[in-house]
């Protein structure tokens, strides 16, 4: 005999503490039909993801095509098709735009693609259909459709779950006669179902159930087991009135050892020693009634190694005993009837209660949305009540002292003790003056010319220039007003000193009238107007790119998976490098012409016009929107639906809006939540922004800025590809 196309030995696999598929063994030969029968949730459909290899199993080995299922998934992959038991095709692709995408995903150049598309249309009948939209096919022609696509590449083996359900009995006929004429040309099909007239056609069955391969052999043979027609026992199918108010009674008698329900007739298995005619009198129906002997069906044979199989249940842990299945065997006392009971008044509130319970059972049960209730709150209160701060003090400062000598000094410590500055550092040379200034690093320089000290020593009035970023003009005002107060305060402390008695004044100016001894003049930088537009509008630009590349990629994702079409891919080669970037590629050009359209209205509607090199200001927004996609794919390997995707790109964005600057100074935030802000991308991108687009930073002003930005997305993009692997989860 030659070698099986599919080898399966010993195969198991948990979730948790729940075996869905315990030491499963069969075979199956080239061209054959192989039937995995078994009920909803028995265990066919993580077997058939075992076998392709997008589900590792937990013990026990698996080959096809003479390939290891652990060891070359990614080699089996081009050589199978996969219908799904859900319809995971692309919607809103018509009927050939999903055949030449699956074409492509499989590597068939314009020639084959053609000449496949042509066959597998003319097998599926589905020529005239080419331009119709998937979602407004019938479920008969969905089915076909799926086929064609697992067939476009001419795949050795063929994998099929439960592909007629919910189809019309048509449909299922047109369907299986495909599935024979494949077989015909030697392809090897497994086929799951739960409908026991599709089982007749299989050329091998196997039957599952509980996780368990109770039975293994060809339709005939299985129908001559043992268990299923005892020696002393002959199976006749009865023909009454009502046989649904007979069975019970049929199954109290001692001679029958099975009676089961069969559309309008009853199969009864019969001790050899009783006639039907005996059982027929017992009942009372002898003259509407009639019996003939039949062969045992495959429903006979599953029904009967379903009562004979032993109950398996759920081992709770506190306990030692298993909790049997509640499922009653055949041959059982049947319930004692009931009668129904009269419902109550009607009105409003009727079912509240009901409705209240479920609510609450469905919140218990959904981690992230207790996250999102509980948690998020708590975020706000924090960031609201604690770190922000509006009222404006330690704005970053940098003097350029050309004096030196005390007086100077003075006047140094005199602005450092209003609070209002937080002196970041002397420098010695203009050029670094004004890069500090550039670069962000300080809102507020302060130049002291070389002869303050000589001016006031000589009574004459000193000029003092302090540089404000006005960028951001709640800072801007505040620093100057702050300015201005000091100049006038210390101006105040040395006329005191002096005496108006001796009617001195305490400076004059060049005109040798009496004025102030220190002249404080500020002058505003990037935003001389102090406009609110000039701080906010940059910032925006980030918070709205972020947000569209966040938002679709995650949903992107997520959507796909709800939908079944990502386990549909995960089926094909098509490699993780190239599902990863043919998902994000796309939105980082949605991305990019939404940067555009906003820089666009920044400039033409709020007149903030971009001062420094605009390739600079694209190439480093098409760094934060790598993060940004990034950060997308995260969510979406975290989120299972796209209300949990809402949630998680919630939770990213309130930081993003509230902690990365766009709004409060950062330098106004507790230590701890300061440090926590250099963790979030949006603050790098932001501070890009306004250096590049109001100071007309280069791209050394930015360097610090840059670096973050890029350790972030490094972070975010490493975590993400790592989480997103090319199979289900565990």
Not at 277 to 293: I, K, M, N, P, Y
Request: charged share 20%.
């Amino acid at each position: 005999m030659t070698e099986p196309i599919i080898d399966v030995r010993s195969l198991s696999r948990s979730f948790g503490p729940l075996v869905a598929v315990r030491d499963v063994n069969f075979q199956v030969h080239q061209g054959s039909i192989f039937g995995l029968l078994g009920p909803n949730g028995s265990g066919k459909s993580t077997i058939i993801r075992m076998l392709l290899g997008i589900l590792p199993p937990s013990s026990g080995d698996a080959s096809v095509l003479g390939l290891d299922v652990r060891t070359d998934a990614e080699q089996i992959k081009p050589r199978v098709g996969y219908m799904s038991q859900q319809f995971s095709l692309y919607a809103d692709l018509s009927v050939q735009e999903n055949l030449d995408f699956y074409a492509r995903i499989y590597g068939l150049d314009r020639g084959q693609l053609v000449e496949r598309r042509g066959a597998v249309l003319e097998l599926t009948g589905l020529s005239d259909r080419l331009r119709q939209p998937a979602a407004t096919l019938s479920g008969g022609w969905k089915q076909r459709l799926a086929l064609a696509c697992s067939l476009i590449h001419q795949p050795d083996v063929l994998f099929l779950d439960e592909p007629t359900a919910g189809i019309d009995p048509v449909a299922r006929r047109h369907l299986w006669d495909l599935l024979f004429e494949l077989s015909g040309q030697g392809v090897t099909l497994l086929v799951t179902t739960h409908y026991m007239d599709e089982a007749e056609r299989c050329s091998d069955v196997g039957y599952i159930y509980q996780s368990e391969l109770l039975v293994l052999g060809k339709p005939e043979q299985l129908k001559q087991l043992p268990e299923v027609n005892p020696a002393d026992s002959r199976r006749y199918e009865l023909r009454v009135p009502s046989p649904a108010q007979h069975l019970a009674a049929l199954r109290r008698l001692p001679e029958v050892r099975d009676a089961t329900l069969f559309g309008e007739t009853i199969h009864l298995l019969l001790q050899q020693t009783r006639e039907p005619e005996d059982v027929l009198r017992q009942l009372g129906v002898t003259a509407s009634a009639e019996a003939r002997q039949v062969p045992a069906s495959l429903e006979d044979v599953f029904v009967t190694l379903t009562s004979n199989a032993p109950k398996v249940g759920r081992v709770d842990p506190d306990r030692e005993d298993r909790v049997e299945s509640a499922e009653e065997p055949s041959g059982a006392p049947p319930l004692p009837e009931t009668r129904p009971t009269r419902p109550g008044k009607h009105s409003t509130w009727t079912g509240l209660a009901a409705v209240l319970i479920k609510e609450f059972v469905h919140i218990r049960r959904q981690p992230t949305t207790l996250f999102f209730m509980l948690v998020v709150p708590v975020m706000q209160t924090i960031i609201f009540g604690y770190a922000i701060d509006t009222q404006i003090e330690n704005i970053p400062t940098v003097v350029f002292n050309l004096d030196g000598r005390q007086q100077s000094r003075e006047l140094v410590d005199a602005l450092v003790n209003t609070r209002r500055f937080r002196l970041i550092g002397h420098v010695q040379s203009e050029e670094t003056f004004q890069r500090s200034m550039s670069s962000g690093q300080a809102k507020v320089g302060v130049r002291i010319p070389p002869d303050y000290a000589d001016r006031i020593l000589r009574g004459e009035q000193a000029s003092l220039q302090i540089l404000i970023d006005g960028s951001d003009s709640q800072v801007a005002t505040t620093a100057q007003s702050t300015a201005k107060l000091l100049g006038l305060n210390l101006s105040i402390q040395m006329a005191m000193a002096k005496g108006d008695a001796l009617q001195l004044a305490p400076a004059r100016d060049a005109f040798g009238r009496g004025t102030l001894p220190i002249d404080v003049r500020t002058r505003m930088l990037y935003n001389p107007d102090l406009d609110s537009s000039h701080f906010f509008v940059p910032g925006l630009v980030g918070i709205i790119l972020q947000l569209v590349t966040l938002f679709l990629t995650s949903f992107a994702v997520v959507r796909e998976r709800e939908l079944g079409t990502l386990e549909q891919l995960f089926v094909t080669p098509v490699g993780r490098t190239g599902l990863l970037l043919g998902k994000l590629l796309p939105y980082a050009l949605v991305g990019f012409v939404a940067l555009l359209t906003v820089l666009a209205v920044m400039i033409e509607v709020f007149g903030v016009d971009i001062r420094g090199s605009i390739p600079l200001l694209l190439a480093l927004s098409m760094l934060f929107m790598v993060c940004s996609l990034g950060l997308g794919l995260l969510v979406s390997t975290l989120a299972k639906t796209q209300l949990e995707a809402v949630q998680f790109a919630f939770v990213i964005m309130l930081p993003s809006v509230l902690l990365s600057g766009f709004v409060f100074p950062r330098s106004e935030m507790p230590l701890p939540i300061y440090l926590v802000t250099f963790a979030i991308p949006a603050t790098y991108y932001i501070e890009i922004l306004r250096g590049v687009v109001l100071r007309g930073a280069d791209f050394i002003d930015l360097v610090p800025w840059v670096a973050g930005l890029t350790i972030c997305g490094a972070i975010v993009l490493i975590l993400s590809v790592l989480r997103f692997q090319k199979r289900l989860g565990a």
